[in-house]
Every structure is written in structure tokens, then in C-alpha cells.
T-cell receptor, first 113, second 111 residues
């Protein structure tokens, strides 16, 4: 029962470095999304996808890229990390219907120095 | 656009006290409403949901009723335990597929 798997759990980057946060789900969910969680801000949607080959922007997309080449995987790319991107990142997936709850991964804690 | 407003925390209670965490929303149409819980160091877990007006979601002694007339979805529990200490998030999901969260309310329960 893997559910939603995120890697890595922790990452430290220097300003300007790039990296990819991985997310995979084994529930055949059409919908996948990335959130960032910051103190006092709740969870803010970065990007989401309603199916393979389709992605769209959320509330805070700047500085992040995504792609959805398969149903299972939804990686999040930071092209040039900035200290403002220090946060905890969560990947989540669900069936496509609006009454379907999201299933969350355990998060990636990213620090940019 | 859609939005969710939660009461600010932390909420501090003694064990066996009654809990209410307020949540109100703004949305077009008829969204589904959710409460999620986050324990320290973990991701969010679905606690309960309601998909239409007057529905009551319940789980683990927690309840919330979808009130369209007051656009509210307040979380309640009759007798909290220390193990209920966590951060609680109210959320809505409308026809755009996006799940919109409130800022979260930290609950601390002391023995």
C-alpha cells in the first residue's frame, strides 16, 4: 500500500542550484498536485494536473516547472533555487471528481541557503 | 475566487473538553467541503468530508455539518484527547478541481 511517495524527504540547496522533487502514486489517480506549506500561510497550490499530458498553474507557480508524462509520476522542478523557496512541499493525488479527497505524500523539507 | 477562512490558533484545551474550530467559505456553485488533519512530521490525512448542503461528515468522534445558509463547516468534538493534538485544515473543492485550504488551526490538548 504505497499510496503517494515523495523523494527526497530532506534537501539543502544553494541559491541558483536546480533540483527535481519526485512524486509517484500507485492508485491510478487522474489528478495530481503540488503544494507548499509555510508557517501562517496554510497550503498553497503550485501546479496541478488533471491527467497525463495536462498541467496547469496554481496560486504560486513562479520558479517551478512540472510535467506529467505518465499517470503515476508528477515531478516538480526548481530551475534556479531561491531562499524564498525554502518550504515543505507536499504532493497529493485523487480521482478527478470534485468530491474526491486528496491523498498526500509525507512531504519534502527543502532549505535554500 | 474560492476561499476558506479558519479561526486562528492555537486552540488550547484540557482533555475531555469540547472542541469547536470555525471554518467559513466563499465559493461559486456547490463545492465539496473537507477537514484534514496533520500530525507532527507527517502529511495531511482526510478526517471527514461533506459533499452537499446539510450533509454531516463524521469520523473518530469529530463532526462537521455543511451549512450553505451560513457558508460554514465548523469542526466539533465532544471530548478531546491528548492524541488529538495536531493541525486541522478546512478545505473546499469546487468544479475547477483545485482543493483550496484554509491556513490551519493548531490544537493543543493537555492532560
Amino acid at each position: 500500500n504505497a499510496g503517494v511517495t515523495q523523494t527526497p524527504k530532506f534537501q539543502v540547496l544553494k541559491t541558483g542550484q536546480s533540483m527535481t522533487l519526485q512524486c509517484a502514486q500507485d492508485m491510478n489517480h487522474e489528478y495530481m498536485s503540488w503544494y507548499r506549506q509555510d508557517p501562517g500561510m496554510g497550503l498553497r497550490l503550485i501546479h496541478y494536473s488533471v491527467g497525463a499530458g495536462i498541467t496547469d498553474q496554481g496560486e504560486v507557480p513562479n520558479g517551478y516547472n512540472v510535467s506529467r508524462s505518465t499517470t503515476e509520476d508528477f515531478p516538480l522542478r526548481l530551475l534556479s533555487a531561491a531562499p524564498s523557496q525554502t518550504s515543505v512541499y507536499f504532493c497529493a493525488s485523487s480521482y478527478g471528481q470534485e468530491n474526491s479527497p486528496l491523498h498526500f505524500g509525507n512531504g519534502t523539507r527543502l532549505t535554500v541557503t | 475566487g474560492n476561499s476558506v477562512t479558519q479561526m486562528e490558533g492555537p486552540v488550547t484545551l484540557s482533555e475531555e473538553a469540547f472542541l469547536t474550530i470555525n471554518c467559513t467559505y466563499t465559493a461559486t456553485g456547490y463545492p465539496s467541503l473537507f477537514w484534514y488533519v496533520q500530525y507532527p512530521g507527517e502529511g495531511l490525512q482526510l478526517l471527514l468530508k461533506a459533499t452537499k448542503a446539510d450533509d454531516k461528515g463524521s469520523n473518530k468522534g469529530f463532526e462537521a455539518t455543511y451549512r450553505k445558509e451560513t457558508t460554514s463547516f465548523h469542526l466539533e468534538k465532544g471530548s478531546v484527547q491528548v492524541s488529538d493534538s495536531a493541525v486541522y485544515f478546512c478545505a473546499l473543492r469546487g468544479t475547477t478541481d483545485k482543493l483550496i485550504f484554509g491556513t490551519g488551526t493548531r490544537l493543543q490538548v493537555f492532560p
